[in-house]
């Protein structure tokens, strides 16, 4: 299997994917090699191995003067060896981003007057999951506890909310920042953890249709949110209302380097 089907099979489990997927990561690959530390400490070793291994091989040869053609040929195939690993690394790295994989779903909540807002729901892969596993279910029964919930949401998801939460609202066309969250919990569900929280956005519905784009991203790209397949919202309340909604990639919003669109639900509702 190719790296770029496992990739694929690998969102396939967590959420939508393409063959437009695999080519915003791979296209522009110079610009790729980002500052992120795992990514650039991977390159450096390589290179520093490299050199080591350069530099002892030509003092090897020196020393081997008397069969110099021999050796030299030895230390062609093993430059071709090393040459070869940095390139695969470098193929790598242009996966380097995103680190955390979300599989996202929603529930849309209307009240007397239109919008309320919504509920997230996150489930995390497996290696996000083992790491706050690791450091904040402290008895290590695989249960999250009140005070263990209270410790990931303090140093583990409190951090993002400098970051609109990884939530990006848009009120017909007008930013609305996410300033707080209620109702924040976490649990573990066959070893994937699973964040869940509420956004107030309240929005009051006319006779005409409101537009709300609510797109999910983090600017860095160190996690990709995906909507998951099945069910990815639902919408609650909303009997008084015409309402319409549907998810795709927010083509107006491009991050990492101008390569990705993020994923975005649009919804329009009016009072019936």
């Known amino acids: ?54 530099i002892y091989g030509v003092k090897k040869y020196e020393y081997y003067k008397n069969t110099g053609m021999k050796y030299m040929k030895h230390i062609v195939i093993k430059s071709v060896f090393v040459i070869s690993c940095l390139l695969f690394l470098s193929i790598g790295i242009t996966w380097a981003h995103p680190h955390v994989f979300i599989a996202q779903n929603l529930k849309i909540v209307f009240d007397e007057k239109g919008l309320a807002g919504f509920n997230v729901y996150w489930k995390f892969d497996d290696m996000f999951s083992n790491m706050i596993c690791e450091d904040h279910d402290l008895n290590k029964n695989g249960t999250l506890e009140k005070t263990e919930v209270a410790s990931i949401r303090e140093k583990a998801f409190s951090y993002i909310a ?14 609305f920042n996410v300033k707080y969250v209620t109702d924040f919990s976490a649990k573990l569900e066959n070893g994937k953890l699973i964040y869940g929280f509420f956004i107030p956005c309240h929005v009051s519905a006319i006779k005409n249709f409101k537009h ?61």
Request: glycine share 2%; proline share 4%.
């Open 162 to 175: 400098e970051f609109n939460y990884f939530i990006y609202v848009k009120i017909d066309g007008t930013p």
């Open 1 to 54: 299997m190719t790296s770029n089907q496992s990739q694929i099979n690998y969102q396939k489990r967590i959420g939508h994917t393409s063959a437009d997927d695999i080519a915003l990561f791979t296209q522009n690959a110079s610009h790729v090699i980002s500052f992120c530390p795992v990514c650039t400490g991977r390159i450096f070793f390589l290179f520093q191995f490299y050199i080591t291994h350069t």
């Open 212 to 272: 709300i784009n609510i797109a999910f991203y983090d600017p860095n790209y160190y996690s990709a949110i995906y909507f998951t397949e099945q069910h990815p919202f639902a919408i609650e309340n909303n009997d008084k209302f015409e309402v319409n909604a549907h998810i795709k990639r927010d083509k107006a919003t491009l991050i990492y380097y101008d390569m990705v669109n993020p994923w975005a639900l649009f919804l329009d509702f009016k009072l019936k």
